[in-house]
């Protein structure tokens, strides 16, 4: 599917809005949340490849409002083609209000990595979910090496993000979410060795989300409500 339409003004606007209006209520209501490590970004500005553990369907409403302002306004999502581009409808709005393009999760596809290159190229960060779905228990599955090999190729840094909570929030198969405390935590962005295969970067990334994981004695004095 053609998702140009939706880097355009006029649905940018729109998908501002939704962002920065809705979304941001949305998080108030159901998902406090506590930011830690922002100041690892920076004065980076992207563009970026965003990898971050994958259990709720709010995780990407809490990526892009702990994002700094900088980098929210070109973000692109790569959502999953057999969930969220079934058809005309799911498709229109998965584009429109966060920005998402279809990604087939089963295989390599030439065409969608050319498309996320080509963004890339354009000054857009890409965010995405190396896990391939959603965790049922909480527990970080294995990446796969499409961000690695992505962000290798396209010469881009890395961010990695630890959500924590948001399982709690909006679980797989349940259809409404509940009120729950969240914690985004930020490291510092990552780019590919010199000599450094897409393997060996992935390695590097899945340990660094796995590093941002919150202490389980307490929060880091430099977290920050929101």
């Not at 992207?46 to 259990?55: D, R, T």
């Not at 354009?122 to 599955?141: H, K």
């Not at 290798?152 to 924590?164: D, G, Q, T």
């Not at 897409?198 to 590097?204: C, D, V």
Request: charged content about 25%; proline content about 6%.
């Amino acid at each position: 599917m053609d998702t140009d339409w939706s880097r355009r003004r006029v649905a940018r606007f729109v998908r501002w809005w939704y962002v920065n209006a809705l979304l941001r209520l949305l998080r108030a209501t159901y998902a406090p949340t506590t930011v830690i490590g922002a100041e690892r970004l920076g004065d980076t500005k992207g563009p970026l490849v965003i990898v971050a553990n994958h259990s709720s369907h709010a995780d990407t409403m809490l990526i892009l409002l702990a994002l700094p302002r900088r980098l929210r306004r070109r973000v692109i999502v790569a959502a999953a083609a057999d969930y969220f581009f079934t058809g005309k409808f799911t498709s229109t709005l998965s584009a429109l209000f966060i920005g998402a393009i279809p990604v087939d999760r089963t295989k390599v596809s030439r065409k969608t990595l050319e498309d996320c290159h080509r963004l890339l190229a354009d000054g857009w960060s890409l965010a995405l979910y190396p896990e391939g779905g959603r965790s049922v228990d909480g527990e970080i599955a294995e990446f796969k090496a499409g961000a690695a090999w992505i962000a290798r190729r396209a010469k881009v840094p890395v961010l990695p993000i630890h959500l924590s909570g948001a399982r709690d929030v909006l679980p797989k198969g349940r259809k409404w979410p509940k009120r729950h405390a969240v914690t985004v935590t930020f490291g510092a962005p990552l780019s590919v060795g010199e000599g450094e295969d897409a393997r060996g970067f992935n390695q590097r990334i899945e340990q660094a989300v796995r590093a941002l994981a919150p202490d389980p004695t307490g929060v880091p004095p430099s977290a920050t409500d929101e």
